[in-house]
């Protein structure tokens, strides 16, 4: 049985810090890294190998400047975002959210300030939203499959 299920090989790692890049490989195990290392590592550890040779290995990518409020609650995945390589999505930007507002308030706010039409934003929360306040919103959530991580 293999030690790892992944062994990213030979890409140019970045740590997420200010520190310079290097190339690197990275061993995965359940999810998350196991190891970082200098030198190639044996293919055989793993069940799955990618050759990251002129390609970049990069920590996730947060974009911190959304408004998919409502289209988490339509397209949980947000696979534009993922498509591009964010891991972390921030919602309530621009101080707007409809985690405390109810439904016609929460699509008024959108309308007027992202211009989100809102005969199309307003049925969607008379029907969906089913919390009014942060702990009911983060249950609403954490039933839905996510493609990315969030953030309020």
């Not at 290392?37 to 911190?64: C, M, N, Q």
């Not at 591009?84 to 309530?92: A, D, K, M, P, R």
């Amino acid at each position: 049985m293999a030690q790892y299920d992944l062994i990213v090989q030979s890409g140019r790692y970045f740590d997420g810090s200010a520190a310079p890049s290097s190339i690197r490989s990275l061993a995965i195990k359940d999810g998350r890294v196991a190891l970082i290392s200098a030198e190639p590592l044996d293919e055989h550890l793993a069940e799955r190998v990618i050759d990251a040779r002129g390609k970049w290995i990069t920590p996730g990518f947060l974009d911190t400047h959304t408004h998919y409020d409502a289209e988490l609650i339509v397209a949980p995945g947000l696979s534009e975002s993922v498509r591009h390589g964010v891991t972390t999505v921030l919602v309530g930007s621009c101080s707007l959210s409809m985690v405390c507002s109810q439904a016609e308030d929460a699509s008024d706010i959108f309308t007027r300030v992202e211009t989100v039409p809102r005969e199309k934003v307003l049925p969607i929360l008379q029907t969906r939203k089913t919390w009014s306040g942060p702990r009911q919103w983060r249950e609403f959530i954490d039933q839905h499959p996510l493609g990315p991580n969030l953030i309020s």
